[in-house]
């Protein structure tokens, strides 16, 4: 069973503050997924890696993929209040059309 | 990208009874998928549901217990039979998109709560 574990489950941070989410798996995943999911809502997807050591920025946000396609990382710089929320990441393993969700981080930026 | 509109958007039910939660797409999609998500919690794959064909559940979920409709490209409902206070959750639908990644788009969610 492929399990994705995420880190830390729970941060409450200042603004202001950077931040690192890890996302890890003893599996390989053919792509990776970041979510935000603020209360009431479905998650929005955040960025989509597809290729072992490819980075991508989104603003403040910066995710990789691990070399190997085991792990993922989210860092966040400058946090503001709006980036609370949960953090999920989602991977997908070849030949599957399925996506196995991480379990999660849930995130809060004190203004 | 694609819009998504799930129904009720919250609803409050006594145990044994059922419910039925509505997904609508502005597109045409080829699958559909279910997740739920305990309170506090990840989200968990019930079922996918393709339009023509019975739905494919995961373990842990069976037909009897969440029957799924998909009667065209754009619409399908989940139905949470003979509830339990166990079954409060919030129930997802998603679609995949266009894209060779085959990004996900929610709906909004469906909360239940079961007294």
């Known amino acids: 069973t492929q399990l994705l574990e995420q880190s830390p489950q729970f941060l409450s941070i200042q603004e202001g503050e950077n931040l690192t989410v890890y996302c890890n798996s003893s599996?390989?995943?053919?792509?990776l997924q970041w979510y935000r999911q603020e209360p009431g809502e479905g998650p929005v997807l955040l960025v989509t890696v597809v290729t072992g050591g490819e980075v991508k920025k989104l603003k403040r946000l910066t995710f990789q993929f691990g070399d190997a396609r085991k792990d993922s990382s989210l860092h966040i710089t400058a946090a503001q209040p709006g980036d609370t929320g949960l953090y999920l990441c989602?991977?997908?393993?070849?030949?599957?059309?399925?996506?196995?969700f991480g379990t999660g981080t849930r995130l809060k930026v004190l203004a | 990208s694609a819009v998504i509109s799930q129904k009720p958007s919250r609803d409050i039910c006594q145990r044994g009874t059922s419910l039925t939660i509505q997904c609508q797409v502005d597109s045409q999609v080829t699958m559909m998928f279910w997740y739920r998500q305990q309170p506090g919690q990840s989200l968990t794959l019930i079922a996918t549901?393709?339009?023509?064909?019975?739905?494919?559940?995961e373990s842990g979920f069976v037909i009897d217990k969440f029957p799924i409709s998909r009667p065209n490209l754009t619409f399908s409902t989940l139905t949470v039979s003979n509830m339990s206070p166990e079954d409060s959750s919030i129930y997802l639908c998603?679609?995949?998109?266009?894209?060779?990644?085959?990004?996900?788009?929610f709906g909004p969610g469906t909360r239940l709560t079961v007294t």
């Open positions: 549901a393709n339009q023509g064909s019975e739905a494919t559940y």
């Open positions: 599996s390989v995943f053919s792509s």
């Open positions: 989602a991977g997908r393993g070849s030949g599957t059309y399925k996506y196995i």
């Open positions: 998603s679609v995949e998109g266009s894209g060779a990644a085959g990004e996900q788009y």
